[in-house]
């Protein structure tokens, strides 16, 4: 089994910036695509931004320029760091990956989520 387990929301001003971080665990071969996603009340979940194995990243327009992915094999994380915050980011975002897990395939794990607010 895989865990995914997110750190680093919090509450932040308009224009501030937040670094979240996930951590993936358990037994497995590899990790392929590693990703954010986010989702506010009532709406719903919307990726952000994904990063390859081979360093490939894709963003969702409404975060260009202003957020940035990066990812560490060695570690097996995943960082978003976040720029200029708008209220319009507040949601909860979470941690996503596809894992060949040697014995059931590739599967999708997702973390329990981080609460990110931009408010003032």
């Known amino acids: 089994q895989v865990q995914l387990v997110e750190s680093g929301g919090g509450l932040v001003q308009p224009g501030g910036t937040l670094r979240l971080s996930c951590a993936a665990s358990g037994t497995f071969f590899s990790i392929n695509t590693m990703g954010w996603y986010r989702q506010a009340p009532g709406n719903q979940r919307d990726m952000v931004a994904t990063?390859?194995?081979?360093?490939?990243?894709k963003y969702a327009d409404s975060v260009k320029g202003r957020f940035t992915i990066s990812r560490n094999d060695a570690e097996n994380t995943v960082s978003l760091q976040m720029n200029y915050l708008k209220p319009e980011d507040t949601a909860v975002y979470y941690c996503?990956?596809?894992?060949?897990?040697?014995?059931?395939?590739?599967?999708?794990?997702w973390g329990q989520g981080t609460q990110v607010n931009v408010s003032s």
């Open positions: 990063i390859t194995s081979g360093g490939d990243t």
């Open positions: 996503n990956s596809h894992v060949d897990t040697l014995t059931q395939g590739f599967r999708v794990f």
